[in-house]
């Protein structure tokens, strides 16, 4: 195992953690980090676009203070895993069937790693859309948790076809690098104020983010590039046709969500037979940057529905 940087000084994690270089089966070098904090089982936390380990040092803390160890990764193309376009700023995949060669990179450093078993889920915005396709690949989890999970993009129904036509297009004739229009190279937290954002209602959690990509500016990627947008569309657009994995879920979506498909969401969530869904007033996208009470809400029930799960 190779050591791989950890920004310790702005992850509000806690003490006693893991962070390592790992090498996907096509030779992309990813990282990833791990906090023995509990013996229960270890939590796998599937981080969303943009997002990087140390945003998840918090999690760490919390599920530790309920008795779970917890993983989580930087995607290929994001945070310090190797960027896949020469221009840093553009979030950009090959092809979304990559991120499960990244999942299976991350489950191999934790077996190696002995974390302590069962092992669960926790899948937040495109980590939710990334861990449903694990599940049905076999991810072995006792149990699965989302955060506003990436089942859809949100966009305008008379927008949906040009959005197909662009991403399809684009990357056809050559130009699937290029941001989709009306994103930026600049990384959000840090281009949107507070006010307004379509991420937080908590001002503490908006500042923590922005403190993070100001110090590591490496850490941070702006809008997505054509070529996403078409993986995107084409990976949910196949999800959604899939039966839901047959393991407990719970679903947590804020009602002021902005940014995935709702539709979607609830769609998959009438088709998942005993699964749990909460929805909270009052949150933006991201629940566990959200304030105290929404934040503890989240740990408190996904870490019940582990606990009835262990077997």
């Not at 089982?41 to 140390?54: A, D, I, K, N, S």
């Not at 779970?68 to 700023?89: K, S, V």
């Not at 076999?138 to 040009?162: D, E, K, N, T």
């Not at 399809?168 to 190279?185: E, N, Q, W």
């Amino acid at each position: 195992m190779e050591p791989a940087p950890f920004y310790a000084e702005v992850a509000e994690a806690p003490g006693g953690g893991t962070c390592a270089w790992l090498e996907t089966s096509d030779g992309v070098r990813i990282r990833a980090a791990h906090w023995r904090g509990g013996t229960k089982g270890t939590v796998l936390l599937f981080p969303g676009r943009t997002e990087y380990v140390e945003k998840y040092g918090p999690a760490a803390g919390d599920f530790a203070a309920r008795g779970y160890a917890m993983a989580t990764i930087d995607w290929r193309g994001q945070g310090i895993a190797d960027r896949l376009l020469e221009e840093r700023a553009p979030g950009h995949v090959g092809l979304f069937a990559d991120y499960q060669r990244d999942v299976a990179a991350l489950v191999a450093f934790l077996r190696a790693e002995a974390l302590p078993e069962p092992w669960f889920l926790v899948g937040h915005s495109m980590g939710g859309c990334i861990g449903l396709r694990a599940l049905h690949q076999g991810l072995a989890v006792r149990a699965a948790a989302f955060s506003a999970p990436m089942w859809g993009i949100r966009m305008h129904p008379a927008l949906r076809p040009l959005a197909w036509a662009m991403a399809t297009l684009g990357p056809a004739i050559g130009f699937g690098d290029r941001l989709v229009p009306s994103t930026s190279p600049m990384t959000y937290v840090l281009e949107a104020p507070f006010e307004g954002n379509l991420l937080t209602r908590d001002r503490t959690m908006y500042e923590f983010m922005q403190r993070q990509l100001t110090r590591h500016p490496d850490l941070a990627i702006g809008g997505p590039t054509l070529t996403w947008l078409r993986e995107a569309l084409r990976e949910t657009r196949a999800l959604a046709r899939l039966p839901s994995p047959a393991l407990p879920c719970l679903t947590m979506l804020g009602r002021a969500e902005r940014i995935v498909h709702t539709g979607a969401i609830h769609d998959r969530m009438r088709r998942w037979p005993g699964a749990a869904f909460d929805l909270i007033e009052k949150a933006e996208h991201e629940l566990m940057m959200e304030g105290p009470e929404i934040r503890a809400r989240f740990y408190d029930r996904a870490a019940a529905l582990f606990d009835a799960s262990r077997g």
